[in-house]
């Protein structure tokens, strides 16, 4: 059977960027498929540091076999805790007496472990723990193909084990009397500990994993994380809210990272086990839904990006002057694209093949000034601003039609450049594919915002060509309008793009949302959207479909035709608010709820959503998804802004907060609402009154929901 892509969904996830080691649910890293079947897991198991997975097997046997897994599960982002049974020890009888205990303690570069065997046997317990290791250094790009490790010589040095290849180092060090290092093969070791207890006694054993990676980019941002959000709590009636909250909030503290370079520039990577670095769009739309909690996030990515903005033209690359970039990688990649069988994909380890990133970035830089990014930091920006607004209404162009596209001009990038980078995602409603160059419906939205904010920055720090950027998002307007407009058997919609010979793509899909709150659309337009968006073919009940369930190319499980992407739920229910339709954006924030319920609070790239009557299933997982996601889990952050109604404007001495009355969700109660370098928070009663908390002067109380 040829390698596939490893399945995710069944796995223990623990993290703190760079570093993630993903489990068996019963705490056992097993070595490529043990314990799976037809490439389920395919190698994915192990410790990955800096995109090079260093370690691919610990698996530990007491008394020569596997504890059996009873309970586990993450202990935060950073923890988890498994307790096992030891069968063959203890006591004869149906009661198990023997107990294994193994904590997990994730930190940049560096796993812990502690092993607690406990007795309750009358009699004594003498026996071994051994745990065996598998030494590794494949790249990511070779564990997401699910192709074996690569086994690395080990070697026995002071007591403990090192390896290491290209750049690779990792040290084993283990704690506990009588404890051996022992090299049994190629790439292969293990630690063995005497375990001796007296009747109802126990023993602990630790070991620990330090790892360096030469030449990564990014690293861990660990100060930075311990300080985020560290004022935000949030209550609710619903008790699907708080612990949502809670996880998102600590899985994006362990995804924040820095360019090594720029340690001042912190962003949340967009997500593990596949994308633990910088990624334009996703770095940029996490940082922007978590604005309700703070700048600082915002203002660390806007740096990052902007250290690496364009400044050639480059068709490998696609790096243009002013564009903002897709992926930051170590090293470039080569990996197949398995929606066009046969299609390599050959990135460079900078790739700016992303139509959406630039005015994203512009977006994002404005409203971080409203949500009250000191003036000096957006003012050090601004060369850079410029250089991005120059490819939004220049560069992005390809072709010369006033919309901005994309292509691959090299046959090795990405097909398709927009959130929907699969090479499939793009189609018409019988369910073929576009073919470009392809512009994209939420590209012209994220257009015409970034040229009105652009033009509102220039006004606040006179900076010449405000009026142009104004001339230029009108006429933008003009031509969506006469392009892009679609009609069926329910009215008019937005197409999702028009292809290279400037047809309509004409399926009904989620992107319509991204277009709401960025002024491109008349209050009409908009309600016309939020029409689609909430009704059945759309809403799932556990968020959006990306795709309509009527259209030809949808299927539930499709990654970007028909699964359901928290993030772009999120998305919809930000622009909803913005839009005044707060209160029809209430069931997508329901059926984020429910979702998260179903996957322990802890959301994942995407999932299917086979709600209302469609089928049964509920929420089925995507079994490939990265959990966490950055995007996923600053969800949160638009949730909270829908239904607060929080709108801020600290430039102009204004944050107006609008509760929307939805008795299903009860009482709520947030602190940690950022107003600049101030934090209040607000409570709301069940009937939709509300009052604030230790709120500054400029914040205002709504009496309209």
């Not at 962003?267 to 600082?296: E, H, I, K, N, Y």
């Not at 679609?486 to 010979?501: F, K, N, Q, T, W």
């Not at 539930?556 to 229910?573: E, F, K, M, N, Q």
């Not at 089928?615 to 969800?635: F, H, N």
Request: charged share 25%.
């Amino acid at each position: 059977m040829p390698n596939q892509q490893p399945w995710l969904h069944d796995l223990t996830l623990s993290l703190a960027a760079p570093t993630a080691v993903l489990s068996g649910a019963d705490g056992q890293i097993r070595a490529d498929d043990e314990g799976g079947e037809g490439g389920d897991h395919g190698g994915v198991q192990g410790v990955l540091h800096a995109d090079v997975r260093v370690l691919s097997r610990a698996e530990l046997r007491v008394d020569g076999a596997e504890p059996v897994g009873l309970a586990g599960g993450l202990d935060g982002a950073s923890a988890a805790r498994f307790t096992a049974i030891a069968r063959s020890l203890g006591d004869d009888g149906a009661d198990p007496t023997v107990r294994v205990e193994r904590s997990r303690r994730v930190s940049p570069g560096l796993v812990e472990e502690e092993i607690r065997v406990v007795s309750f046997a009358s009699a004594p317990v003498d026996t071994e723990a051994v745990l065996a290791l598998g030494a590794d250094a494949s790249v990511v790009e070779r564990v997401k193909q699910g192709r074996p490790p690569e086994p690395v010589a080990i070697e026995i040095r002071d007591g403990g084990l090192r390896w290491g290849a290209d750049g690779v180092s990792v040290s084993v060090r283990a704690e506990g009397a009588g404890v051996r290092a022992v090299v049994t093969g190629h790439g292969s070791a293990e630690l063995r500990w005497p375990v001796r207890l007296p009747p109802r006694g126990e023993c602990t054993m630790r070991w620990e994993m330090r790892a360096e990676v030469d030449g990564a980019p990014v690293a861990g941002a660990s100060e930075a994380s311990a300080a985020s959000w560290n004022g935000v709590e949030i209550e609710c009636d619903d008790r699907r809210l708080q612990p949502l909250a809670h996880r998102s909030i600590a899985d994006l503290r362990a995804l924040l990272m820095m360019p090594v370079d720029k340690p001042d520039a912190v962003f949340a990577a967009a997500g593990a086990p596949w994308f633990f670095t910088l990624f334009g769009r996703d770095s940029l739309w996490a940082a922007r839904l978590m604005l309700p909690f703070g700048w600082a996030l915002a203002a660390g990515t806007l740096r990052a990006l902007a250290a690496r903005q364009g400044t050639k033209t480059d068709p490998e690359s696609m790096e243009a002057p002013g564009k903002i970039p897709h992926e930051l990688r170590r090293s470039s990649s080569l990996h197949a694209d398995p929606a066009r069988k046969g299609k390599v994909l050959a990135l460079p380890a900078l790739y700016y093949g992303t139509v959406d990133a630039t005015a994203l970035w512009v977006c994002l830089l404005h409203d971080a000034w409203r949500a009250g990014m000191p003036e000096e930091q957006v003012r050090t920006l601004l060369p850079n601003l410029r250089a991005a607004l120059t490819w939004v209404v220049e560069y992005g162009d390809e072709d010369g039609d006033g919309f901005l596209e994309y292509l691959d001009h090299s046959g090795r990038g990405l097909s398709n450049q927009g959130w929907k980078d699969s090479g499939d995602s793009i189609r018409f409603r019988d369910g073929s594919l576009a073919q470009g160059p392809v512009a994209l419906c939420e590209a012209q939205g994220y257009a015409y915002e970034a040229a009105v904010a652009g033009a509102a920055l220039y006004e606040a720090f006179d900076v010449n060509g405000a009026a142009e950027l104004r001339s230029w998002s009108a006429r933008m307007a003009e031509r969506f309008r006469e392009r892009f407009w679609v009609e069926d058997a329910e009215g008019r919609y937005p197409a999702l793009a028009l292809d290279g010979s400037k047809q309509p793509v004409d399926s009904l899909t989620s992107n319509i949302g991204h277009m709401l709150g960025t002024g491109l659309l008349d209050d009409d337009e908009s309600a016309l959207i939020v029409d689609r968006l909430t009704g059945p073919g759309m809403d799932s009940g556990f968020g959006l479909r990306t795709m309509d369930r009527r259209e030809g190319g949808y299927s539930p499980l499709s990654y970007h035709c028909g699964s359901v992407w928290p993030h772009d739920t999120a998305i919809a229910i930000w622009g909803m608010t913005r839009a005044g339709f707060a209160h029809r954006a209430t069931g997508l924030v329901d059926g984020l709820l429910a979702a998260a319920a179903r996957f322990d609070s802890r959301l994942p790239e995407l999932y299917s959503g086979d709600g209302g009557d469609e089928a049964e299933l509920g929420v089925t997982p995507y079994p490939a998804a990265c959990r966490p996601q950055a995007w996923a889990a600053a969800s949160v952050g638009a949730i909270v802004q829908c239904l607060l109604g929080l709108r801020t404007d600290v430039p102009s001495d204004e944050v107006l907060v609008t509760p929307v009355a939805d008795r299903r969700f009860g009482a709520l109660r947030v602190t940690g609402i950022a107003a600049g370098s101030a934090a209040f928070g607000v409570e709301v009663a069940a009937d939709g009154s509300a009052r604030l908390l230790d709120a500054p002067d400029s914040v205002r109380l709504s009496s309209k929901g």
